[in-house]
C-alpha cells in the first residue's frame, strides 16, 4: 500500500532524515516513536507530499511522482498535529473539506460527496454535532472531527501525527480504539506518530524508532521497547512490564536523580 525507499530530507542545511525504508500494507498499523526532533513528524509530511525528499515513495502500487496533487490527496489523508480550522466553520463544513481532492475545480459537491461526508459523521458519532462550531467543542471532541474528516476524504492511507496530544485518557483510549476500529473496517494503511510508548506498544502492529533522522530500531513493541533502547535513545531510566496479551508497558523508575547524585 505504501512504501518508501532510501527517502531522505533536508530542510534548510539541516539533513532531517535519512535512508528511511518501510512497507506499510493495506490492514497495518505502523507507529513511528522517538525522542522530539527525531524526524517523525517530517516523514508524516514527507509521505503526504507536504514536503519533498530524495528516494523512491509508492503509494497503492504508484510512483508519488507520477501523481498530481488531486491525485495524491486521494491516497494519503494526514491528520495534522495542529490542525488550521477556520474561524467559525461547523462540523459538517469542515467534514466536508475532505471530499476536497473529489470536486474539481468549479464544480458544486455531488450526491456521493454528501453521502461520504455523512457516513463519517455517522462512524464517529458525530451526527448530534454536526451544525456545532469546531473550535467550541472538546478536545475530543474535535479530534473526532478531524478523523471524520480524513474518512471522508476515502484514502485507503491514513497518517496521524500524535493524534491523543493534550487529550485526557479516557479520550486517549476512545480515539485510538476508534482508529483500531476503523483501520479494520475500512482495511486502512495507518502510520501514526506517537509519543506515549506504552499507547504506541498497546496499539500498533508494528514500531519504528527513529534518532536524528535514522532508523535505529524497528519490529514489533515487544522487539523494540526494551529497557536497555529506551535508556539509550530516550535517556530516561524504565521498566518493562508485560501484559496479559504480551504488550509491555513502559513505566519510569523513581529516583534516578538521587542515585546520579
Known sequence: MISAHGVSVTLGSRTVLSDIELNVDRGDWLCVIGPNGAGKSTLLRYLAGIVTGRGSLDLSGKSSTSLNRRQRAQAVALVPQTPVIPDGITVTDYVLLGRAPHIHAMAVESRRDLHSVHEALVQLDLM???????????????????????????APILLLDEPTTALDVGHQQQVLELIETLRRERHLAVISTMHDLTLAGQYADRLMLLNHGLIVAQGTAEEVLTEATVARFYGARVRIVLDEDGRPAVLPVRGVLDESQ
Open 128 to 154: 448530534d454535532m454536526a451544525d456545532r462550531v469546531v473550535g467550541t467543542l472538546s478536545g475530543g471532541e474535535r479530534q473526532r472531527v478531524l478523523l471524520a474528516r480524513a474518512l471522508a476524504q476515502d
